[in-house]
Protein backbone atom coordinates (compact mmCIF):
# COMPACT_ATOMS: atom_id res chain seq x y z
CA UNK A 1 0.00 0.00 0.00
CA UNK A 2 2.90 2.56 0.77
CA UNK A 3 4.73 1.82 -2.33
CA UNK A 4 1.68 1.85 -4.32
CA UNK A 5 1.11 5.45 -2.86
CA UNK A 6 4.79 6.53 -3.65
CA UNK A 7 4.64 5.28 -7.11
CA UNK A 8 0.92 7.09 -7.73
CA UNK A 9 2.58 10.61 -5.62
CA UNK A 10 5.98 10.07 -8.02
CA UNK A 11 5.14 8.81 -11.22
CA UNK A 12 6.76 11.21 -13.13
CA UNK A 13 10.21 10.06 -11.33
CA UNK A 14 9.25 6.11 -12.16
CA UNK A 15 8.37 7.00 -15.86
CA UNK A 16 11.53 8.64 -16.35
CA UNK A 17 13.73 6.03 -14.26
CA UNK A 18 12.10 3.50 -16.50
CA UNK A 19 13.03 5.01 -19.79
CA UNK A 20 16.90 5.25 -18.13
CA UNK A 21 16.64 0.67 -18.68
CA UNK A 22 16.09 1.34 -22.27
CA UNK A 23 19.66 2.61 -22.70
CA UNK A 24 21.50 1.33 -19.38
CA UNK A 25 20.98 -2.24 -20.12
CA UNK A 26 24.06 -3.22 -21.46
CA UNK A 27 25.54 -1.89 -18.22
CA UNK A 28 24.03 -4.73 -16.15
CA UNK A 29 25.14 -7.56 -18.20
CA UNK A 30 27.77 -10.06 -17.02
CA UNK A 31 31.24 -9.06 -17.78
CA UNK A 32 32.36 -5.89 -19.50
CA UNK A 33 32.20 -3.51 -22.79
CA UNK A 34 34.31 -1.51 -24.81
CA UNK A 35 34.94 2.37 -25.18
CA UNK A 36 37.59 4.29 -25.68
CA UNK A 37 38.63 5.69 -22.12
CA UNK A 38 39.61 2.35 -20.52
CA UNK A 39 40.78 3.22 -17.73
CA UNK A 40 38.05 3.56 -15.60
CA UNK A 41 38.37 0.09 -13.74
CA UNK A 42 42.23 1.75 -13.23
CA UNK A 43 41.49 4.71 -11.81
CA UNK A 44 38.88 2.98 -9.03
CA UNK A 45 42.00 0.70 -8.73
CA UNK A 46 44.01 2.88 -7.50
CA UNK A 47 41.74 5.01 -5.64
CA UNK A 48 40.90 1.92 -3.63
CA UNK A 49 44.74 1.59 -2.81
CA UNK A 50 43.95 5.56 -1.54
CA UNK A 51 41.64 4.48 0.68
CA UNK A 52 43.31 1.65 2.00
CA UNK A 53 46.44 3.54 2.79
CA UNK A 54 44.04 6.47 4.17
CA UNK A 55 45.60 8.96 1.73
CA UNK A 56 42.47 11.15 1.40
CA UNK A 57 42.75 13.21 -0.14
CA UNK A 58 43.86 11.18 -2.60
CA UNK A 59 46.70 12.41 -4.68
CA UNK A 60 49.39 10.33 -5.78
CA UNK A 61 49.05 6.79 -7.55
CA UNK A 62 51.78 4.15 -7.84
CA UNK A 63 50.51 1.84 -10.81
CA UNK A 64 50.07 4.31 -13.65
CA UNK A 65 52.79 6.00 -15.22
CA UNK A 66 54.22 2.85 -16.30
CA UNK A 67 54.68 1.43 -12.68
CA UNK A 68 56.46 4.76 -11.37
CA UNK A 69 53.32 6.33 -10.31
CA UNK A 70 52.45 10.18 -10.89
CA UNK A 71 49.76 12.80 -9.45
CA UNK A 72 46.94 11.73 -10.94
CA UNK A 73 44.71 12.72 -8.51
CA UNK A 74 45.78 15.70 -7.39
CA UNK A 75 44.96 16.91 -11.28
CA UNK A 76 42.21 14.61 -12.92
CA UNK A 77 38.26 15.26 -11.53
CA UNK A 78 38.01 13.01 -8.64
CA UNK A 79 34.46 13.17 -7.82
CA UNK A 80 33.01 9.53 -9.51
CA UNK A 81 36.75 7.28 -8.54
CA UNK A 82 35.67 8.22 -4.85
CA UNK A 83 31.99 6.34 -5.40
CA UNK A 84 33.49 3.56 -7.86
CA UNK A 85 36.14 2.46 -4.94
CA UNK A 86 34.01 2.04 -2.32
CA UNK A 87 31.75 0.38 -4.13
CA UNK A 88 34.64 -2.18 -4.99
CA UNK A 89 34.59 -3.25 -1.71
CA UNK A 90 31.09 -5.01 -1.91
CA UNK A 91 31.20 -5.40 -5.90
CA UNK A 92 34.35 -5.76 -7.28
CA UNK A 93 36.01 -3.49 -10.06
CA UNK A 94 34.27 -4.14 -13.26
CA UNK A 95 30.56 -3.58 -11.37
CA UNK A 96 31.53 -0.68 -9.85
CA UNK A 97 33.42 0.69 -13.09
CA UNK A 98 29.75 0.13 -14.60
CA UNK A 99 27.88 1.26 -12.13
CA UNK A 100 29.68 4.91 -12.52
CA UNK A 101 28.36 4.68 -15.98
CA UNK A 102 25.07 4.18 -15.23
CA UNK A 103 24.72 6.71 -12.38
CA UNK A 104 24.61 9.86 -14.07
CA UNK A 105 22.18 8.64 -16.74
CA UNK A 106 19.68 8.21 -13.60
CA UNK A 107 21.05 11.24 -11.99
CA UNK A 108 20.56 13.39 -15.18
CA UNK A 109 17.30 12.12 -15.32
CA UNK A 110 16.06 13.33 -12.57
CA UNK A 111 18.15 16.63 -12.03
CA UNK A 112 16.56 18.00 -15.24
CA UNK A 113 13.16 16.89 -14.39
CA UNK A 114 13.49 19.03 -11.20
CA UNK A 115 14.68 21.51 -12.76
CA UNK A 116 12.75 21.97 -15.35
CA UNK A 117 9.42 21.13 -13.56
CA UNK A 118 9.95 24.41 -11.21
CA UNK A 119 10.75 26.67 -14.24
CA UNK A 120 7.93 25.26 -16.59
CA UNK A 121 5.61 22.14 -14.95
CA UNK A 122 5.62 18.63 -14.55
CA UNK A 123 4.59 17.64 -18.30
CA UNK A 124 7.15 20.19 -19.66
CA UNK A 125 9.75 18.61 -16.95
CA UNK A 126 9.19 15.24 -18.50
CA UNK A 127 10.07 16.37 -21.86
CA UNK A 128 13.14 18.08 -21.02
CA UNK A 129 14.65 14.83 -19.01
CA UNK A 130 13.54 12.63 -21.55
CA UNK A 131 15.73 15.05 -23.92
CA UNK A 132 18.51 15.54 -21.65
CA UNK A 133 18.81 11.71 -21.22
CA UNK A 134 18.69 10.83 -24.86
CA UNK A 135 20.69 13.08 -26.74
CA UNK A 136 23.25 11.67 -28.79
CA UNK A 137 25.87 13.23 -27.15
CA UNK A 138 24.63 11.43 -24.27
CA UNK A 139 25.46 8.29 -25.57
CA UNK A 140 28.49 9.48 -27.10
CA UNK A 141 30.14 10.22 -23.34
CA UNK A 142 28.36 7.30 -21.86
CA UNK A 143 29.31 4.00 -24.90
CA UNK A 144 31.89 5.35 -27.44
CA UNK A 145 34.33 7.67 -25.68
CA UNK A 146 33.23 6.44 -22.16
CA UNK A 147 33.72 9.31 -20.43
CA UNK A 148 32.55 9.01 -16.49
CA UNK A 149 33.62 12.18 -15.42
CA UNK A 150 32.12 14.58 -17.60
CA UNK A 151 28.84 12.27 -17.71
CA UNK A 152 29.16 13.07 -13.84
CA UNK A 153 29.23 16.56 -13.72
CA UNK A 154 26.71 16.87 -17.50
CA UNK A 155 23.98 15.15 -15.23
CA UNK A 156 24.70 17.53 -11.90
CA UNK A 157 24.68 20.24 -13.36
CA UNK A 158 20.89 20.99 -13.62
CA UNK A 159 20.70 20.15 -9.73
CA UNK A 160 23.70 23.15 -9.22
CA UNK A 161 20.63 25.34 -11.14
CA UNK A 162 18.03 24.04 -9.54
CA UNK A 163 18.75 24.30 -5.62
CA UNK A 164 20.28 28.09 -6.94
CA UNK A 165 17.07 28.97 -8.42
CA UNK A 166 14.89 27.79 -5.34
CA UNK A 167 17.33 29.23 -3.13
CA UNK A 168 16.66 32.51 -4.44
CA UNK A 169 12.71 32.30 -4.16
CA UNK A 170 12.33 30.84 -0.74
CA UNK A 171 15.82 31.41 1.29
CA UNK A 172 15.06 27.79 2.64
CA UNK A 173 18.48 26.62 4.24
CA UNK A 174 17.71 22.73 2.72
CA UNK A 175 18.17 24.84 -0.67
CA UNK A 176 21.30 26.31 0.09
CA UNK A 177 22.46 23.02 1.89
CA UNK A 178 21.75 20.98 -1.73
CA UNK A 179 23.19 24.04 -3.69
CA UNK A 180 26.53 23.62 -1.67
CA UNK A 181 26.58 19.74 -1.87
CA UNK A 182 25.16 19.92 -5.93
CA UNK A 183 28.23 22.18 -6.91
CA UNK A 184 31.07 20.59 -4.74
CA UNK A 185 29.73 17.22 -6.80
CA UNK A 186 29.83 19.13 -10.14
CA UNK A 187 33.08 21.01 -9.24
CA UNK A 188 35.17 17.80 -8.52
CA UNK A 189 33.64 15.69 -11.29
CA UNK A 190 34.90 17.60 -14.05
CA UNK A 191 37.33 20.25 -14.77
CA UNK A 192 36.59 20.84 -18.20
CA UNK A 193 32.84 20.89 -17.64
CA UNK A 194 33.61 24.11 -14.89
CA UNK A 195 35.28 25.93 -18.02
CA UNK A 196 31.69 25.80 -20.01
CA UNK A 197 28.89 25.73 -17.40
CA UNK A 198 30.21 28.24 -14.98
CA UNK A 199 29.92 31.38 -17.45
CA UNK A 200 25.95 29.89 -17.88
CA UNK A 201 25.51 29.41 -14.54
CA UNK A 202 26.51 33.06 -13.76
CA UNK A 203 24.55 34.52 -16.25
CA UNK A 204 21.26 32.85 -15.77
CA UNK A 205 21.24 33.22 -11.40
CA UNK A 206 22.00 36.77 -12.56
CA UNK A 207 18.90 37.00 -14.40
CA UNK A 208 17.21 35.34 -11.35
CA UNK A 209 18.46 37.44 -8.88
CA UNK A 210 17.55 40.60 -10.69
CA UNK A 211 13.73 39.41 -11.33
CA UNK A 212 13.23 38.37 -7.37
CA UNK A 213 15.32 40.49 -5.93
CA UNK A 214 16.17 38.64 -2.57
CA UNK A 215 18.34 36.11 -0.54
CA UNK A 216 21.46 37.62 -2.24
CA UNK A 217 23.67 36.35 0.76
CA UNK A 218 22.09 33.21 1.09
CA UNK A 219 23.15 32.38 -2.48
CA UNK A 220 26.69 33.77 -1.97
CA UNK A 221 26.89 31.86 1.08
CA UNK A 222 25.68 28.23 -0.41
CA UNK A 223 28.54 29.23 -3.47
CA UNK A 224 31.44 29.88 -1.12
CA UNK A 225 30.62 26.73 0.78
CA UNK A 226 29.95 24.65 -2.09
CA UNK A 227 33.57 26.49 -3.11
CA UNK A 228 34.91 25.38 -0.37
CA UNK A 229 33.95 21.83 -0.01
CA UNK A 230 35.69 20.64 -3.15
CA UNK A 231 38.79 23.44 -2.65
CA UNK A 232 41.23 20.30 -2.11
CA UNK A 233 40.64 19.39 -5.58
CA UNK A 234 40.31 22.79 -7.41
CA UNK A 235 42.70 24.61 -5.73
CA UNK A 236 45.99 22.34 -6.16
CA UNK A 237 44.11 21.17 -9.59
CA UNK A 238 44.50 25.03 -10.83
CA UNK A 239 47.42 26.54 -8.90
CA UNK A 240 50.13 23.42 -8.91
CA UNK A 241 49.06 22.93 -12.75
CA UNK A 242 53.29 24.25 -12.90
CA UNK A 243 54.31 20.97 -11.57
CA UNK A 244 53.62 18.79 -14.16
CA UNK A 245 54.01 18.72 -17.83
CA UNK A 246 50.17 20.50 -18.52
CA UNK A 247 51.23 21.23 -22.39
CA UNK A 248 51.14 17.56 -22.90
CA UNK A 249 47.26 18.35 -22.56
CA UNK A 250 46.97 20.39 -25.45
CA UNK A 251 49.34 18.98 -27.88
CA UNK A 252 49.27 17.35 -31.22
CA UNK A 253 46.18 15.54 -31.46
CA UNK A 254 44.91 17.34 -28.47
CA UNK A 255 45.11 21.08 -30.33
CA UNK A 256 42.19 22.52 -30.21
CA UNK A 257 42.03 23.33 -34.44
CA UNK A 258 41.78 19.81 -35.42
CA UNK A 259 38.60 19.25 -33.63
CA UNK A 260 35.48 21.66 -35.25
CA UNK A 261 32.67 20.32 -36.35
CA UNK A 262 31.40 21.29 -39.98
CA UNK A 263 27.31 22.17 -40.11
CA UNK A 264 26.34 19.09 -41.79
CA UNK A 265 27.73 16.77 -39.04
CA UNK A 266 25.61 18.89 -36.48
CA UNK A 267 22.53 19.71 -38.13
CA UNK A 268 21.77 16.63 -40.57
CA UNK A 269 24.07 13.61 -40.29
CA UNK A 270 22.43 10.61 -38.99
CA UNK A 271 26.02 8.58 -38.61
CA UNK A 272 26.95 6.75 -35.81
CA UNK A 273 30.42 5.57 -35.11
CA UNK A 274 32.63 4.30 -32.52
CA UNK A 275 35.75 5.95 -34.10
CA UNK A 276 37.59 8.70 -33.71
CA UNK A 277 37.95 12.72 -34.10
CA UNK A 278 40.04 13.57 -37.11
CA UNK A 279 40.69 17.07 -38.51
CA UNK A 280 38.14 17.56 -40.71
CA UNK A 281 34.59 16.65 -41.11
CA UNK A 282 35.75 13.16 -41.72
CA UNK A 283 35.43 11.77 -37.98
CA UNK A 284 34.58 8.58 -37.12
CA UNK A 285 32.52 9.48 -34.43
CA UNK A 286 29.09 11.41 -34.21
CA UNK A 287 28.93 15.03 -33.57
CA UNK A 288 25.21 15.43 -34.08
CA UNK A 289 23.21 18.13 -31.89
CA UNK A 290 20.58 15.31 -32.46
CA UNK A 291 16.71 15.35 -33.95
CA UNK A 292 14.31 16.48 -32.96
CA UNK A 293 16.68 19.09 -30.49
CA UNK A 294 17.22 21.79 -33.46
CA UNK A 295 14.08 21.22 -34.32
CA UNK A 296 12.54 21.92 -31.14
CA UNK A 297 14.81 25.01 -30.69
CA UNK A 298 13.06 26.65 -33.96
CA UNK A 299 10.03 25.99 -33.18
CA UNK A 300 10.28 27.30 -29.35
CA UNK A 301 12.36 30.31 -31.04
CA UNK A 302 8.64 30.79 -33.19
CA UNK A 303 6.71 29.80 -30.74
CA UNK A 304 8.58 32.67 -28.54
CA UNK A 305 7.90 35.49 -31.16
CA UNK A 306 4.43 35.09 -31.77
CA UNK A 307 3.64 34.47 -27.24
CA UNK A 308 1.84 37.02 -25.65
CA UNK A 309 4.63 36.85 -22.93
CA UNK A 310 7.52 37.83 -25.56
CA UNK A 311 6.86 41.63 -25.70
CA UNK A 312 10.40 41.97 -24.05
CA UNK A 313 9.10 41.64 -20.37
CA UNK A 314 12.40 41.14 -18.40
CA UNK A 315 10.68 38.51 -16.25
CA UNK A 316 9.96 36.43 -19.81
CA UNK A 317 13.48 36.77 -21.15
CA UNK A 318 14.77 32.86 -19.95
CA UNK A 319 14.22 31.12 -23.47
CA UNK A 320 15.95 34.40 -25.18
CA UNK A 321 19.04 33.29 -22.77
CA UNK A 322 18.73 29.76 -23.43
CA UNK A 323 18.61 30.26 -27.26
CA UNK A 324 21.72 32.67 -26.60
CA UNK A 325 23.60 29.85 -24.95
CA UNK A 326 22.37 27.28 -27.79
CA UNK A 327 23.33 29.06 -30.78
CA UNK A 328 26.99 30.39 -28.71
CA UNK A 329 27.63 26.54 -27.78
CA UNK A 330 26.96 25.26 -31.62
CA UNK A 331 28.98 28.09 -32.90
CA UNK A 332 31.84 27.16 -30.49
CA UNK A 333 32.14 23.76 -31.83
CA UNK A 334 32.59 25.55 -35.68
CA UNK A 335 35.70 26.70 -36.99
CA UNK A 336 34.26 29.94 -37.69
CA UNK A 337 34.96 30.83 -33.50
CA UNK A 338 39.02 29.80 -33.93
CA UNK A 339 39.52 33.84 -33.29
CA UNK A 340 37.69 33.39 -29.83
CA UNK A 341 39.48 30.02 -29.28
CA UNK A 342 42.58 31.69 -29.43
CA UNK A 343 41.88 34.55 -27.64
CA UNK A 344 40.81 33.10 -24.77
CA UNK A 345 43.78 30.79 -23.56
CA UNK A 346 42.13 28.84 -21.02
CA UNK A 347 39.65 27.35 -23.89
CA UNK A 348 42.62 25.62 -25.32
CA UNK A 349 42.28 22.93 -22.42
CA UNK A 350 39.13 22.27 -23.26
CA UNK A 351 40.80 20.18 -26.36
CA UNK A 352 37.38 19.55 -27.99
CA UNK A 353 35.46 21.99 -29.85
CA UNK A 354 32.54 19.83 -29.82
CA UNK A 355 33.03 19.68 -25.91
CA UNK A 356 30.38 22.27 -26.35
CA UNK A 357 27.53 20.23 -27.46
CA UNK A 358 27.11 19.60 -23.63
CA UNK A 359 25.69 23.31 -23.36
CA UNK A 360 23.65 22.59 -26.40
CA UNK A 361 22.14 19.43 -25.14
CA UNK A 362 21.21 21.29 -21.56
CA UNK A 363 20.21 24.67 -23.37
CA UNK A 364 17.42 22.61 -25.94
CA UNK A 365 15.84 20.39 -23.31
CA UNK A 366 15.04 23.02 -21.01
CA UNK A 367 13.76 24.69 -24.40
CA UNK A 368 11.65 21.61 -24.78
CA UNK A 369 10.01 22.27 -21.57
CA UNK A 370 9.33 25.83 -22.68
CA UNK A 371 7.76 24.74 -26.18
CA UNK A 372 5.97 22.63 -24.19
CA UNK A 373 4.67 24.67 -21.94
CA UNK A 374 3.63 27.25 -24.64
CA UNK A 375 2.14 25.48 -27.48
CA UNK A 376 -1.38 26.35 -26.76
CA UNK A 377 -2.90 24.50 -29.56
CA UNK A 378 -2.16 21.00 -28.39
CA UNK A 379 -2.64 19.22 -24.92
CA UNK A 380 0.09 19.41 -23.15
CA UNK A 381 -0.06 15.50 -22.01
CA UNK A 382 -0.77 14.93 -25.73
CA UNK A 383 2.32 16.75 -26.88
CA UNK A 384 4.70 15.18 -24.25
CA UNK A 385 3.83 11.92 -24.80
CA UNK A 386 4.56 12.46 -28.66
CA UNK A 387 7.73 14.14 -27.96
CA UNK A 388 8.97 11.62 -25.66
CA UNK A 389 8.37 8.53 -28.29
CA UNK A 390 9.58 10.86 -31.13
CA UNK A 391 13.33 11.59 -29.04
CA UNK A 392 13.19 8.00 -27.74
CA UNK A 393 12.43 6.12 -31.04
CA UNK A 394 15.03 8.94 -32.88
CA UNK A 395 17.96 8.20 -30.45
CA UNK A 396 17.71 5.05 -28.77
CA UNK A 397 19.67 2.78 -30.84
CA UNK A 398 22.36 5.32 -30.20
CA UNK A 399 23.20 4.00 -26.74
CA UNK A 400 24.91 0.31 -27.17
CA UNK A 401 28.62 -0.47 -27.08
CA UNK A 402 30.40 -1.73 -29.64
CA UNK A 403 31.17 -4.59 -28.08
CA UNK A 404 30.37 -6.70 -25.44
CA UNK A 405 32.80 -8.68 -23.04
CA UNK A 406 30.74 -11.06 -21.33
CA UNK A 407 33.56 -13.18 -19.40
CA UNK A 408 35.91 -10.31 -18.80
CA UNK A 409 36.74 -10.70 -14.97
CA UNK A 410 38.21 -8.30 -12.73
CA UNK A 411 41.59 -10.90 -12.27
CA UNK A 412 41.65 -10.56 -16.16
CA UNK A 413 41.46 -6.87 -16.50
CA UNK A 414 44.11 -6.10 -13.84
CA UNK A 415 46.46 -8.75 -14.46
CA UNK A 416 48.83 -9.47 -17.49
CA UNK A 417 48.94 -7.66 -20.50
CA UNK A 418 45.62 -5.97 -19.98
CA UNK A 419 47.02 -4.34 -16.20
CA UNK A 420 49.93 -2.92 -18.54
CA UNK A 421 48.60 -1.75 -20.76
CA UNK A 422 46.50 0.56 -18.59
CA UNK A 423 49.84 1.43 -16.29
CA UNK A 424 51.13 3.04 -19.93
CA UNK A 425 48.14 4.50 -20.91
CA UNK A 426 47.64 9.03 -21.24
CA UNK A 427 51.13 8.59 -19.64
CA UNK A 428 51.96 12.22 -20.98
CA UNK A 429 49.18 13.75 -19.16
CA UNK A 430 50.07 14.69 -16.14
CA UNK A 431 53.78 13.69 -16.05
CA UNK A 432 56.08 15.59 -13.33
CA UNK A 433 57.87 18.08 -14.51
CA UNK A 434 60.90 16.43 -13.94
CA UNK A 435 60.22 13.20 -15.44
CA UNK A 436 60.85 11.97 -18.90
CA UNK A 437 58.42 9.31 -20.15
CA UNK A 438 59.70 6.20 -19.00
CA UNK A 439 59.20 3.80 -22.44
CA UNK A 440 59.36 0.17 -20.34
CA UNK A 441 57.48 -0.47 -17.10
CA UNK A 442 59.33 -0.08 -13.69
CA UNK A 443 61.36 -2.45 -12.34
CA UNK A 444 60.01 -4.22 -9.07
CA UNK A 445 62.83 -3.25 -7.09
CA UNK A 446 65.08 -0.39 -6.86
CA UNK A 447 68.20 -0.35 -8.78
CA UNK A 448 71.78 -0.15 -7.60
CA UNK A 449 73.18 2.57 -9.95
CA UNK A 450 77.02 2.72 -8.22
CA UNK A 451 79.11 1.36 -5.46
CA UNK A 452 77.68 -1.84 -3.38
CA UNK A 453 74.88 -2.85 -1.74
CA UNK A 454 71.88 -5.35 -1.21
CA UNK A 455 68.82 -3.98 -1.38
CA UNK A 456 65.58 -6.24 -0.10
CA UNK A 457 61.85 -5.87 1.10
CA UNK A 458 61.35 -3.69 -1.52
CA UNK A 459 57.05 -2.98 -0.78
CA UNK A 460 55.07 0.04 -2.38
CA UNK A 461 51.56 1.40 -1.28
CA UNK A 462 49.79 4.81 -2.83
CA UNK A 463 51.28 7.02 -0.59
CA UNK A 464 54.84 5.70 0.69
CA UNK A 465 57.46 2.99 -0.64
CA UNK A 466 60.37 1.60 1.66
CA UNK A 467 63.32 -1.16 1.46
CA UNK A 468 66.22 -2.40 3.26
CA UNK A 469 70.02 -1.94 2.41
CA UNK A 470 73.27 -3.17 3.52
CA UNK A 471 76.00 -0.52 1.73
CA UNK A 472 79.16 -2.04 1.95
CA UNK A 473 80.83 1.20 -0.09
CA UNK A 474 79.62 3.89 -1.15
CA UNK A 475 76.51 3.65 -2.83
CA UNK A 476 73.87 5.67 -5.00
CA UNK A 477 70.66 3.52 -5.47
CA UNK A 478 67.58 5.00 -7.42
CA UNK A 479 64.04 4.01 -6.64
CA UNK A 480 61.41 3.19 -9.38
CA UNK A 481 59.15 6.00 -7.92
CA UNK A 482 59.30 9.49 -10.01
CA UNK A 483 59.72 12.43 -8.35
CA UNK A 484 57.10 15.01 -7.21
CA UNK A 485 57.02 17.72 -4.49
CA UNK A 486 56.47 16.59 -1.55
CA UNK A 487 58.60 13.00 -1.51
CA UNK A 488 60.22 12.89 1.86
CA UNK A 489 62.60 10.30 2.31
CA UNK A 490 64.10 9.30 5.71
CA UNK A 491 66.82 6.45 6.68
CA UNK A 492 66.66 4.80 9.61
CA UNK A 493 64.23 7.39 10.96
CA UNK A 494 66.28 10.40 9.59
CA UNK A 495 65.18 13.22 6.87
CA UNK A 496 67.57 12.49 4.12
CA UNK A 497 67.95 15.12 0.52
CA UNK A 498 67.84 12.99 -2.56
CA UNK A 499 68.21 13.75 -6.53
CA UNK A 500 66.35 13.10 -9.57
CA UNK A 501 68.97 13.96 -11.75
CA UNK A 502 68.86 10.62 -13.82
CA UNK A 503 67.49 9.78 -16.70
CA UNK A 504 63.49 9.37 -15.89
CA UNK A 505 63.38 11.84 -12.97
CA UNK A 506 63.12 8.99 -10.41
CA UNK A 507 63.85 9.31 -6.87
CA UNK A 508 67.73 8.71 -6.20
CA UNK A 509 69.28 8.33 -3.04
CA UNK A 510 73.27 8.16 -1.80
CA UNK A 511 74.39 6.50 0.93
CA UNK A 512 78.00 7.92 2.10
CA UNK A 513 78.59 5.59 4.42
CA UNK A 514 78.63 1.54 4.49
CA UNK A 515 76.15 -0.16 7.20
CA UNK A 516 72.52 -1.40 7.28
CA UNK A 517 69.27 0.90 6.19
CA UNK A 518 65.47 1.46 6.76
CA UNK A 519 64.69 3.38 3.74
CA UNK A 520 61.29 4.97 3.83
CA UNK A 521 60.16 7.43 1.35
CA UNK A 522 56.27 9.11 2.23
CA UNK A 523 54.10 11.45 -0.22
CA UNK A 524 53.25 14.67 1.64
CA UNK A 525 50.83 17.35 1.44
CA UNK A 526 52.53 20.67 -0.13
CA UNK A 527 51.38 23.97 1.94
CA UNK A 528 49.25 24.94 -0.59
CA UNK A 529 47.68 21.02 -0.61
CA UNK A 530 47.26 21.26 3.60
CA UNK A 531 45.45 24.75 2.81
CA UNK A 532 43.10 23.57 0.58
CA UNK A 533 42.51 20.14 2.75
CA UNK A 534 41.77 22.99 5.27
CA UNK A 535 39.41 24.93 3.62
CA UNK A 536 37.30 21.72 2.66
CA UNK A 537 36.87 20.92 6.41
CA UNK A 538 36.00 24.19 7.35
CA UNK A 539 33.30 24.51 4.70
CA UNK A 540 32.31 20.98 5.88
CA UNK A 541 31.72 22.05 9.21
CA UNK A 542 29.75 25.58 7.91
CA UNK A 543 27.85 23.41 6.20
CA UNK A 544 26.82 21.16 8.99
CA UNK A 545 26.61 24.41 11.08
CA UNK A 546 24.13 26.11 8.78
CA UNK A 547 22.05 22.79 8.60
CA UNK A 548 22.01 21.61 12.29
CA UNK A 549 21.12 25.51 12.77
CA UNK A 550 18.78 26.03 10.99
CA UNK A 551 16.75 22.89 12.34
CA UNK A 552 17.16 23.64 15.75
CA UNK A 553 15.84 27.22 14.98
CA UNK A 554 13.25 26.35 12.93
CA UNK A 555 14.92 28.02 10.28
CA UNK A 556 13.58 26.42 7.33
CA UNK A 557 10.40 27.75 7.30
Not at 334 to 354: A, G, N, R
Not at 392 to 416: A, C, H, R, V
Amino acid sequence: MIIKKIILKSWPLVILLVSTLLITWPIFLPGYFSHHDDLQVMRIFEMRKCLEDFQIPCRWVPDMGYGNGYPLFNYYAVLPYYIGALFSFLLGFLTSAKLLFAIPIFLGAVSMFFLSRELFGIYPGIIASILFTYAPYRALDLYVRGDISESFAISTIPFVFYFALKLIKSGKVRYLVGLSLSLAVFLTSHNIMTILFAPVFLLVVLYWLMIEKRYFLRLIIGLLIGIGLSAFFILPAYFEKNLVQIDNLIKFDLDFRAHFVALDQLLFSRFWGYGASVPGPHDTISFQIGWPYWWIVLASFVIFLVSKKSKLKFSNLLPILLLGVFLISVFMTHIKSVSIWEKIDILKFTQFPWRFLALSTFSSSLLGAYFVKNLKLINEKYITVFLVILTIFLNWNYFKPKEFYPKMTDQEKLSGKLLDDQKKAVILDYLPKTAVEPREPAPDKPILMSGNAAIGNFMVKSNSWQFQTNVTNNASIEVPVLDFPNWVVTLNGRPVNFSNKNYLGRISINFQESGQYFVLGRFTDTPLRQYSNTVSLLALLCLLFVGFYAKINKKFR
